[in-house]
């Protein structure tokens, strides 16, 4: 067994306003440069990924250095990231007495992340040495987000902490749709869930009350049978005031507006339409009326634009498929197919 000292670890198997509640927040909790998505596939257990969401944390300067508020990596001059990072004991949330179960954590962690790690007895602090391949997954653009990271160590159920990581990379999308394979992948599903009632019983349905209820993102979800397998569709939601909610809309109406009169449609015509809007879609919405809007340019022989635009827009309103599945930029990497 190696020394109490220095220890070699052992293999295991955007821009959205923030609301009233992330508002709260002091700034250094949240963790704006978190690429959690691309961590979701390694199957780590619960105390595990407080001892990733600490790495994090103690990166952040860094990190933010390196990337833009979209996640877009901007400064590619700077020297590689420090390989060597000291982390609080108390970042990890193992409490005071607990150095003999951290212990364990980072030993059972640390092959994934770091070579090697110094935690002295009764050190108030840990040294840790990054390993290349984890500094490599750190410049990945795709999956960047932000989150809190009081809120997170607060989670006591590792799959309630990967589905609030999940609906926070796709919080400016609005909403994502996983085949239940792909769920299961990333949440790290044992073979006790392989029946489906199971997994909206025990998992789903229990992470998605405890957001809504302490969280100021949670998710909504639609399940749609297949021949094979179900395909769950997510709704990202956000709590925000009714303040922000009444600005972020009439914005939004404004632009909407434009689009309408630029091919002679009358924005009260789709007045019970657009009364539909919630302000998570909006960007998607958007989205779907300028294609629709540049569609109609193009074929100036439509005679009624309304008629179409109301049929154009009945699937988008009423199929969540329809509205989150098309997604070109969907994807979940494989950390294991990058290094």
């Known amino acids: 067994m190696a020394s109490n000292t220095t220890r070699k670890v052992s293999k295991v198997g955007n821009t959205t306003t923030p609301s009233r509640h992330e508002k709260s ?47 877009k990596y901007c400064r590619k001059d700077l020297p590689p990231i420090s390989a060597k990072i000291t982390v609080p004991v108390a970042d990890f949330h193992f409490g005071k007495n607990n150095s003999g179960r951290l212990r364990h954590c980072l030993d059972e962690t640390g092959s994934t992340f770091f070579s090697s790690y110094e935690y002295p007895p009764y050190a108030t602090k840990v040294t840790l040495n990054l390993k290349d391949s984890f500094l490599n997954l750190l410049s990945i653009e795709e999956g960047y987000h932000r989150y809190s990271f009081a809120l997170a160590t607060s989670i006591k159920n590792k799959y ?26 990333i949440l790290g599903l044992s073979k006790a869930y ?56 009439t914005e939004s109406r404004e632009v909407i507006s434009h689009l309408l009169n630029s091919v002679g ?16 879609d909006i960007r998607l919405f958007v989205d779907k009326l300028q294609d629709l809007v540049l569609f109609l340019r193009e074929h100036p022989e439509i005679g009624d634009r309304t008629a179409y635009l109301r049929t ?13 599945g098309p997604q070109p930029s969907f994807f979940i990497p494989n950390p294991y197919t990058r290094f």
């Open 265 to 280: 449609i009358r924005p009260s015509a789709l007045q019970s339409q657009l009364s539909q809007l919630e302000p998570e």
């Open 312 to 324: 154009s827009l009945r699937p988008w309103f009423t199929d969540w498929m329809v509205r989150y």
């Open 25 to 71: 927040l002091i700034q250094s909790d949240i963790l704006y440069q978190a690429n959690s998505i691309a961590y979701l596939e390694f199957d780590l257990k619960l105390n595990q990924l407080r001892i990733l969401t600490a790495i994090i944390k103690n990166l952040q300067k860094e990190l933010k250095e390196r990337f833009d508020m979209l996640g």
């Open 194 to 249: 392989d029946k489906f009632s199971n997994i909206i019983g025990r998992v789903l349905e229990p992470a998605r009350l405890d957001l809504k209820s302490r969280f100021p993102i949670w998710f909504e979800y639609q399940v749609t049978a297949r021949e094979v397998e179900h395909c769950i569709i997510f709704q990202v939601r956000v709590r925000i005031t009714d303040e922000e909610r009444s600005h972020l809309l």
């Open 160 to 185: 309630t902490l990967r589905l609030y990581w999940l609906i926070s990379v796709w919080r400016v999308r609005g909403g994502f749709v996983l085949q239940e394979d792909a769920l299961k992948r």
